[in-house]
């Protein structure tokens, strides 16, 4: 019965057979059918991440902050004027080699840390877009399938509105023969 009506619906809104559709507008017809909610993917609500990505999505959020770059400038700049001013004492004199260091170091592994936090945000948005995508194509589908029952209603009603015309008028005309036959 269901796959009837499956094949039935897909027929009507897309003029199609259910089974030659694509498996995206399949599933927009399964819901229909179902009279199931469209559900957001588990990505999209940030469920599922593992501790990996959870840790590089906080990274990318610190490392890509005004917050992060003040600091980090003040921590160099501490860094530097500390060394200039122990002159003799130094523990990273003038070149600064130590600090080149540290920061290749730190350079080497934010990048590819926030890589992977944006690799995972695109799948995310990806993500979005085909639930955008498949909520945008059944309200299109249900908004179709609501025009057709307006139809079919005011048809309806303009069969009913001539049908009772046409018995108004069938009367109105035997009225008309009963007077032209008293006036005789």
Do not use: C
Not at 170 to 183: D, I, S, Y
């Amino acid at each position: 019965m269901t796959d009837s009506r499956r094949d039935a619906l897909a027929r009507q809104l897309l003029d199609m057979p259910y089974d030659d559709l694509p498996p995206v507008k399949r599933s927009v017809i399964d819901m229909m059918v179902d009279k199931a909610p469209t559900a957001v993917g588990r990505h999209v609500k940030g469920e599922g991440a593992s501790f990996g990505d959870r840790l590089a999505d906080r990274v990318a959020a610190v490392g890509g902050s005004w917050g992060f770059i003040i600091a980090f400038g003040v921590v160099l700049a501490g860094w530097m004027g500390l060394n200039l001013a122990l002159v003799t004492r130094a523990f990273d004199p003038y070149p600064f080699i130590f600090l080149n260091l540290m920061l290749s170091t730190l350079a080497a592994i934010q990048a590819p840390v926030i890589m992977m936090s944006q690799n995972r945000q695109a799948a995310k948005d990806r993500e979005g877009a085909e639930h955008d995508y498949l909520v945008n194509l059944r309200a299109e589908l249900e908004i179709m399938r609501l025009h057709d029952k307006l139809d079919a209603v005011r048809d309806q009603q303009l069969m009913d509105l001539l049908r009772s015309n046409t018995e108004i008028l069938e009367t109105l005309r035997g009225q008309v023969a009963a007077l032209g036959e008293k006036g005789e």
